[in-house]
């Protein structure tokens, strides 16, 4: 059975920072792509960060470079999203997805989490 669980949401103030995690359970993961989404109230999901199975390559969407790092363990099939400088409109409901290939749309992924709420607050 696939799990895939997010952890770490939370409220913050403009400015400061939070770290998710997510832990992929039930395949082989770290031969896959794992990206986080976001959703924001009214909004269509949107990618946030990728990053593909060796760890060495990442994207991210233009809304958070230079302020989000994503990384991942493959021998516990978890990954993070760092996020610094948190601003309120970083603010919407966090997915962890995983998927056999990196894209930047939701449907390229298969797994997915049940989503972690992030509120930045000024």
């Known amino acids: 059975q696939v799990k895939v669980v997010e952890s770490g949401g939370g409220s913050v103030q403009a400015g400061g920072s939070l770290r998710l995690s997510c832990v992929a359970s039930g395949r082989a993961f770290s031969t896959y792509a794992r990206a986080w989404f976001r959703q924001a109230p009214g909004k269509e999901r949107e990618f946030v960060a990728g990053v593909y199975w060796d760890g060495d390559r990442t994207l991210y969407s233009d809304s958070v470079k230079g302020r989000f790092t994503i990384s991942r363990d493959n021998l516990t099939n978890t990954v993070y999203l760092q996020m610094n400088s948190l601003k309120l409109e970083d603010t919407a409901v966090y997915f962890c997805?995983?998927?056999?290939?990196?894209?930047?749309?939701?449907?390229?992924?298969?797994?997915w989490g049940q989503g972690t709420q992030v509120t930045v607050s000024s």
């Open positions: 997805a995983t998927g056999s290939v990196l894209g930047l749309t939701a449907r390229e992924y298969g797994y």
